[in-house]
């Protein structure tokens, strides 16, 4: 038979998958052509915190290019994908202090990289089969670490932090309002969440329909966690105007300064007005613990004997970090984050609902689906808002489980508190810094630096409080604003310590920014010398800013 001339391309286009059969040649090709990346890879690793080096950002050309007419080979694929990459930050460098973002580790990268050969989809057991078992395994670890009966509860693997609270907030909407998913969400809906909570709150209420007005912010201690005498009075202003709460979001574990909520007391205080109001519903808790999670490997942990030989203060971090996260199964929903503080590769994000009773909420008749769910026995597409649902993220997130155990990520997540607080305790022993987050009990730290001259005992608090100080505020924002971009520019040639800034902490009490630069230590590379090195760098950037 004569071969048609796409049967010769076909060919080579074949070679470019991995074999659906198992062949030992094609087989050793596919390994190589990894290892020939990670070798690139590696070649652009430095003492510089990125993959190779800082390159201009060229979108106009970007957005010049077509699809060619004949595709390149493989290597050459492979070369252009690990070019991509160069100028990324290396977040396991012990000088990359930048953001909430962890190294991967090795096993969950193989999490990631098997299925992405397989392609498995958890709309369905029948189209991810083991993974579903997989998803469950997680949610039921997950649901005994923070204190929920895996007998009861549920879960999914979803998009985000932001999906997580989608979810809750979705939930919380049908409960408040029974048959939205039917007939729309009616007005009248609010989500109280506090003035640090993420930002996601915003993007949530305006997908889901309520507006970003819905959105009621509440104010907060300067340890960053709500004040519950507000949250109170804007929960009964809310009722009392004839609104329905949707949701309270209490965050176990801010972003800019793991400031975390009094969970047990939020429940408590919906509880209460449930029975007051004569509420015929009862407005949804979900704690967004997608940094704050992992410290409940600490529940119960033993502080007095500290068998892990924990320095005191970061002792003291951990146990008041554990007062409150511990309370998370008061909570009605959770949000998990395993690419934040469970060193999984971006996206492993888990909501998990304390009673599975609730999913049912949001169930869609099989009809609606007639193409899915032929065979199978479990079937998380009925009720999820993705229908193609990724898979990386649970077999990362297993991996690691099982890889650290709870004493592992004791141990990670000790270190890095301990190394948190002793840049603290640096930055508090010099006249001219001061800790922003001074009480936090997390891995951030947010500090500002101010120039010869100025009492750093009051000017922090002066600056807050005191409307005469704005310009004052406003001279050391811009201070400190040129402090972070000399620091930025040394780390981008490999000088120093690659760290981050917040344009806003918190607002001052008459309504302006406080700008503050932060360390957000992730890697369990770092050590002392890395920290003193930090310090160093401000100090050295104070004589040049």
């Given amino acids: 038979m004569t071969q048609r001339p796409y049967q010769e391309l076909l060919g080579k286009l074949r070679e470019t998958f ?7 040649m094609h087989d050793a090709y596919f390994v190589f052509s990894i290892l020939r990346a990670l070798d690139q890879l590696d070649d652009l690793k430095s003492e510089v915190p990125l993959l190779g080096r800082p390159r201009t950002l060229d ?11 004949e595709g390149r080979s493989a290597e050459d694929v492979a070369r252009l994908l690990v070019g991509q990459l160069e100028g990324m930050p290396i977040w396991g460098h012990p000088r990359t202090q930048i953001n909430v973002v962890p190294p991967p580790s090795i096993p969950s990268v193989i999490g990631s990289l098997l299925p992405a050969i397989y392609n498995p989809n958890l709309v369905s057991d029948d189209t991810s089969y083991g993974l579903m078992l997989t998803e469950a395994a997680v949610v039921a670890m997950v649901s005994r670490l923070v204190g929920y009966d895996p007998a009861l509860a549920a879960g999914v693997f979803t998009f985000g932090g932001t999906g997580t609270v989608l979810y809750g907030a979705k939930l919380g909407i049908e409960k408040a309002f029974p048959d939205a998913m039917d007939n729309g969400v009616p007005e009248g809906g609010v989500i109280l969440a506090s003035a640090q909570s993420h930002y996601c709150r915003l993007n949530v209420a305006g997908w889901l329909g309520l507006g970003e007005k819905s959105v009621v912010e509440v104010p907060t201690h300067l340890e960053n966690d ?4 507000k949250l109170e009075a804007a929960a009964r202003e809310a009722l009392d105007g004839g609104r329905r709460i949707v949701a309270l979001v209490a965050t176990m574990g801010t972003t800019d300064a793991f400031g975390v909520d009094d969970l047990g007391a939020i429940a408590d205080l919906r509880d209460r007005l449930v029975g007051e109001y004569g509420l015929d519903y009862r407005p949804h808790i979900h704690a967004d613990a997608v940094i704050g999670w992992a410290w409940s490997v600490f529940n119960d942990y033993d502080f007095e004997a500290n068998a892990l030989g924990f320095r005191p203060r970061t002792v003291r971090a951990l146990a008041s970090a ?4 511990s309370k998370l199964h008061r909570a009605d929903s959770v949000g998990i984050d395993f690419h934040k503080t469970g060193f999984a590769p971006y996206v492993s994000s888990l909501f998990l609902a304390r009673d599975r009773a609730d999913m049912q909420l949001l169930v869609r008749g099989r009809e ?3 193409y899915l769910f032929q065979s199978g026995e479990r079937h998380p597409g009925v009720f999820t808002l993705e229908t193609s649902r990724g898979r990386s993220g649970v077999l990362a997130a297993y991996a690691n ?6 004493v592992g990520l004791r141990v990670l997540l000790g270190h890095l508190v301990e190394m948190a607080e002793t840049l603290r305790e640096h930055l508090e022993g010099h006249d001219s810094t001061t800790v922003l987050n001074a009480a936090g009990v997390g891995t951030v730290t947010v500090f500002r630096v101010y120039p010869d001259g100025v009492d750093t005992w009051t000017a922090k ?11 004052e505020l406003l001279r050391h924002n ?8 000399y620091l930025y520019e040394r780390a981008m040639r490999g000088e120093g310590v690659h760290i981050s800034m917040t344009d806003c902490y918190r607002e001052t009490d008459y309504g302006e920014p406080m700008v503050g630069l932060k360390s957000f230590i992730l890697s369990p590379f770092i050590d002392e010398q890395d920290v003193e090195q930090l310090v160093r760098d401000i100090l050295d950037a104070r004589q040049v800013c």
């Fill in 18 to 24: 991995p074999a659906p059969v198992s062949d030992r």
């Fill in 461 to 471: 608090d002066r600056e807050r409080t005191d409307p005469a100080a704005r310009e």
């Fill in 59 to 69: 979108y106009a050309a970007a957005e010049r290019a077509e699809l060619a007419e």
């Fill in 401 to 406: 489980l099982q890889l650290f155990g709870q």
């Fill in 226 to 229: 709500i004040r519950l005498d």
């Fill in 478 to 485: 811009d201070y400190n604003r040129r402090l972070f971009r």
């Fill in 368 to 370: 609606q689906m007639p």
């Fill in 322 to 325: 554990r007062r409150r996260i």
